[in-house]
Structures are given as C-alpha cells and as structure tokens.
C-alpha cells in the first residue's frame, strides 16, 4: 500500500476579513497540518472569488508576498502544498492585451514552487473572468513528491475546469494519476461541483481531490462541499456546505493502478485528443 495523507483546507471567509489577516490565518492553518503528505487550499481564496472589482488591486506576482507566505507555510510543514489560486499580475499582457491571470501555485515541502497553472476555462460569459483576465493555454500536469521517496503524477485544474472533460483526457494521457482542482464554486450549482468531482474519477480512473470554498462574500454564497474521490467513485472523504473544515483523509495511491487493471476501460478508447 503506498499511503497518501491529503488535507484538504475549505477555507470559509467573508467581506469583513483583509488579505493580509486572511493570508496570515490560513499560513497558520497550513503550518498545524504537519504530518501530511499533501494540503490543498481553495481557488482564489486570499482575494475572493467573486470580488471582481478588487481583483487588479489585490494582484500580485507569480512570486509575490501571497506566494512567499505560501511557500514558508509549506517548508514550515514539511508538506506539499497546493496553495489554491492568486490573481496574477504578469510582467507583460497576454494575447488579448490583459495583465492578469487565475493562476495555481503548487509548492514543494521545501518550500520551492513546482509547479504553476494558469486557468484555461474563464467562468463569467464574457463578464468576470473573461472580461478582466487572460486564459491560460497550458494543460499541467507535474510529478510531486509524497512519502519520503515516493511521488505523484498530478493533474491541475480549477474550478469551471472540471466542466470540460477533454482537458481531463489530456492530463490522463499525459499520465495523471492525481486530479487536483480548487475552485470557489457557489451554493446555487454545488450539486453540479459534486457530480462532477465523482465524474472525473470515474471518468479517467483517478484519485480527485477537489477544495472549495465556504461563507459569503460580496453576496455570494459558496457552496462548500470539498471532496476527495477515489478511482472508483467512492466519495473517502467530503465537508459539509457551509463552514471552514480540514478534511484529513488517507488514501492508497495503488488504488488507482488497480481500478484501471481489474476494471480496464481505459483500454477500449477508441477516440484519442489530437
């Protein structure tokens, strides 16, 4: 068995907490996580993810103060971290003269950045995300470093992601075994976060860890609802709707070699990405 201990951290926040009070807040949450493998954080959390209006004040770079907290948390705990998501201000527009980017950092429990992603699918039907930021045309997928000496092959993703699953083939064929997808997904679609969660494991035969967020800010309510889902659909772990909670759950990475061999689907494709 090659155990994975995962804490999944849906941090809840509303309109009274600063950036700054809330990366201090969850930096701690992080350093008391110790003992775990990996810990992942929601989409957009120190900013808000429905705080449109505040986004460009509140960008920073890739390598800003936000990631410089996150990174210490994560050699503090001696965890790989999946920081959740920033709004990024880049050192020069995109393809559509925007500076700035939904962006994923993904720290090593050396404190070292590993790996960046930058979202694909922007949620907002031409307002939001479309409208203020650049998408991402990157699909990632990295090798963590989990158990000492071990790793995972992890796919990276957020949130409106997870409602494109041709971006999930590709991680798979990229050899994904480990989807990991913060979002800030509201209450009002949370029975679509859920099905799609399960779906994806299903889907592509991986362990899916998906990390929302709760409370309400700028009028929205979040829908909560964390998951991690095995290979096979099983739901081994989900928070509730409405408050922070820390899922600590441990899984067996064999799991997922072991759903694709006795049950081998995979193998019947018959459609491959170009």
Known sequence: MTA???????????????????VARVAAMVRGLAGHDLVVLPELWPVGGFDYLRWAERAEAADGPIAAA?????????????????VERGPVPGPEGKSLWNT????????AERARYRKIHRFGFATGEPELMEAGDEVVVVDLPVGGDGTIRAGLSTCYDVRFPELYRRQLDLGA??????????????????????????????????????????????????????????????????????????????????TRATFPVLADRRLRMP
């Open 4 to 22: 994975l201990r995962i804490a999944v951290v849906q941090v809840a926040h509303g309109d009274d907490e600063s950036v700054a009070d809330r």
């Open 104 to 111: 994923s950092l993904v720290f090593g429990p050396d404190g």
């Open 177 to 258: 075994q480990v989807l990991l997808i913060p979002a800030a997904w509201p209450a009002a679609r949370v029975g679509h976060w859920s099905l799609f969660a399960r779906a994806r494991a299903v889907e592509e035969q991986c362990l899916v860890v998906a990390c929302n967020t709760a409370g309400t800010h700028c009028g929205v309510t979040m829908g909560g609802r964390s998951v991690v889902v095995l290979p096979t659909g099983e739901v081994a772990a989900e928070a509730g709707a409405d408050d922070e909670e820390v899922l600590s759950v441990e899984v067996d990475l064999d799991q997922v070699e072991r």
């Open 70 to 86: 996150m990174a210490q948390a994560a050699r503090d705990a001696g965890v790989v971290l999946h920081a959740g998501s920033i």
